[in-house]
């Protein structure tokens, strides 16, 4: 079974020209009417091509938005409807009409915050040869000519919305797809006033911050001169499995981590921070309860609440006289736990010019 063995076709009219050179696939499961036409390796029959009229073909990948069911476990897409399955393809060629020979390619990701590693995949195999795919951070890019188009995931048709949701927004194409153009003689381009989608970010909220900087600055001064007590606790080493001194200290290192975590759960239940069946793997205080330890210069769980952080620093691999990266560090950490970070939800821009 070749995963490689699909054709990247560049135009509206190859793609016509290979559907109609395909054998569609009849079995005991499949019958000529359902047309299951694969665009490459017949193994891999849920990856197919689907003519949807003389002006449109769909691709699909086997995801959910493809109804047909290709095996017993294979039928992520059974019983949505016609329309649904139109608007989730996840490549779609169209050429308008009406003389202008204009064709329009639209890119879909998969339904749902999960990863869909197989639209990823898919994707990078079987959009034209212009195009690029890539996965970067957690998003998703469609590339054209060197310029990244971000590729939003959709809540049509999730296993979320289907089951978690209510019943309309199911029913509703939120329309998050990228769309690109090209007349004939001319490239491909994003398409005029389609969606051009940027992706959530997180910013520092830099005035709640500075109420607090005092206390910030004052805590990274009292962690400077508290943490070299425990240097060899936070120090990295060369870990050697034939060498029994440092499997001793790693042991060490460790045990000592657990009991920190542990000693600041346990703080956190006797104060109500917590419910009794907290797992200290994962626990991290809440802003605002980080911020009674941050601002109390006598507080008990002072060193425990940064240990986790201490741990994975660079603070013994620079020169004093050098706390850039280690600041750095602490920084992104106090923004972190003491919720100074704030999300900025993607935006939707539209692009205005004139067709």
């Avoid at 390796?41 to 990948?61: F, H, Q």
């Avoid at 949701?165 to 398409?191: M, N």
């Avoid at 741990?311 to 280690?326: A, G, I, M, N, T």
Wanted: charged fraction near 30%; include cysteine.
């Amino acid at each position: 079974m070749s995963v490689y063995d699909m054709p990247r076709l560049d135009n509206f009219s190859a793609v016509a020209k290979h559907y109609d050179s395909i054998k569609p696939v009849i079995s005991k499961r499949h019958t000529r009417e359902q047309d299951v036409r694969p665009l490459g390796d017949r193994n891999r029959k849920w990856e197919r091509v689907s003519k949807l009229s003389d002006d449109c073909y769909a691709y699909y990948d086997g995801d959910i938005g493809d109804s047909i069911v290709y095996s017993e476990w294979h039928r992520n897409g059974e019983g949505i409807t016609d329309e649904a399955c139109e608007a989730l393809a996840p490549i779609m060629w169209t050429r308008e009409k009406g003389g202008w020979n204009r064709e329009i390619l639209r890119v879909r990701n998969g339904s749902g915050n999960g990863a869909h590693n197989g639209r990823y995949s898919f994707l990078e195999r079987a959009l034209p040869k212009e195009f690029g795919f890539v996965v970067d951070n957690g998003k998703q890019f469609v590339i054209l000519n060197g310029v990244r188009y971000f590729l939003p995931k959709s809540d049509y048709y999730s296993w979320g919305s289907r089951y978690g949701k209510k019943a309309a927004d199911v029913q509703t194409d939120d329309c998050k797809y990228l769309e690109f153009e090209r007349s004939p003689g001319e490239g491909w381009k994003i398409k005029t006033n389609s969606f051009t989608y940027v992706p959530p970010r997180v910013l520092v909220d830099k005035e709640r911050k500075k109420k607090f900087k005092p206390a910030m600055d004052s805590y990274y001064s009292w962690l400077l001169v508290m943490a070299p007590m425990f240097r060899e606790h936070f120090e990295h080493f060369q870990y050697s499995y034939g060498d029994q001194a440092s499997q001793d200290r790693y042991q060490a290192k460790h045990k000592l981590a657990q009991e920190k975590r542990e000693e600041l759960l346990e703080y956190a239940r006797e104060q109500g921070w917590v419910k009794e069946n907290q797992h200290v793997w994962g626990y991290e205080p809440k802003p605002e309860q980080a911020l009674i330890i941050m601002e109390d210069e006598e507080h008990p769980m002072r060193m425990h609440m940064a240990w986790n952080m201490l741990l994975d620093s660079v603070l013994f691999d620079e020169h004093e006289s050098e706390r850039k990266k280690f600041r750095a560090h602490y920084n992104r950490w106090i923004n972190k736990v003491c919720g100074f970070n704030k999300t900025i939800k993607a935006q939707i821009l539209t692009n205005t010019e004139e067709k």
